[in-house]
């Protein structure tokens, strides 16, 4: 079936009070797995998804939530992974490889790139109590299989890194770009720089933005007309 098509049936599906029928989780759930393979994206099938498994835990599927999730982090600098994180209650958020897919989700929202792509430290919990975690957090390289099975998901990654990018900097370092982006190959460097317009001088130096160019003055007109002030002119005589 095609993708086009499949989304419309959903569609329908989500429409009405069907849209809380558990019987309907295995189609919503072969959606979502069309979703990571085909490189496509619906927030709204995604979202009921989670919610079904709130009303009926004994449905909860780790795998595909997992995949909710890396698809929520592909459409990043939007708000969809904290409003999926957010319908997951905390014992599931404790189970692998979710709790993994949320400690990478936060090394992306706080712009810890090159973390991101090369290896997750030792992490608190930010719970009450402060309880350490029971193991050192996996590499990337670890998760592999998962990432690989969404498509497209490094490159929307490295798509939200220059957004951050250029909102940030008037000029970066080319190495430190790379690092940024996960240090990938020179030439899939340029490209990026060429999507974007950046231009490298002699010096590895990477011009992005002149911010100053992008402040733009306002002009505020406020019109008074006379009846709205001959009041006040009459109560100071």
Not at 47 to 73: C, D, E, G, R, W
Request: hydrophobic share 40%; with cysteine.
């Amino acid at each position: 079936m095609a993708f086009e098509q499949m989304r419309a049936n959903v569609g329908k599906l989500l429409r009405g009070i069907d849209r809380y029928n558990p019987e309907n989780l295995a189609t919503l759930e072969r959606y979502v797995e069309t979703q990571a393979r085909e490189n496509a994206y619906d927030l709204e099938a995604n979202l009921a998804v989670l919610k079904l498994y709130q009303f009926n835990p004994a449905y909860f599927q780790t795998s595909v939530t997992a995949q909710i999730l890396l698809k929520a982090l592909t459409n990043l600098p939007h708000t969809d992974f904290t409003l999926c994180k957010c319908m997951i209650d905390q014992p599931h958020q404790e189970e692998r490889p979710i709790r993994q897919i949320l400690y990478l989700g936060n090394l992306l929202e706080t712009c810890h790139f090159q973390s991101f792509w090369n290896h997750l430290p030792d992490h608190r919990a930010p719970s009450a109590g402060l309880r350490c975690w029971e193991t050192l957090w996996a590499s990337l390289e670890e998760n592999r299989e998962l990432i690989d099975g969404i498509t497209g998901f490094e490159d929307s990654v490295r798509k939200f890194i220059c957004h951050v990018v250029g909102i940030t900097y008037q000029t970066i370092e080319h190495r430190l770009l790379a690092e940024m982006l996960g240090d990938p190959l020179d030439t899939q460097v340029k490209v990026w720089m060429n999507k974007y317009g950046w231009v490298e001088n002699e010096e590895g130096q990477i011009f992005i933005y002149n911010q100053e160019e992008s402040i733009k003055p306002k002009n505020i007109v406020e019109k008074i007309d006379f009846e709205s002030v001959s009041s006040i002119m009459a109560t100071s005589q």
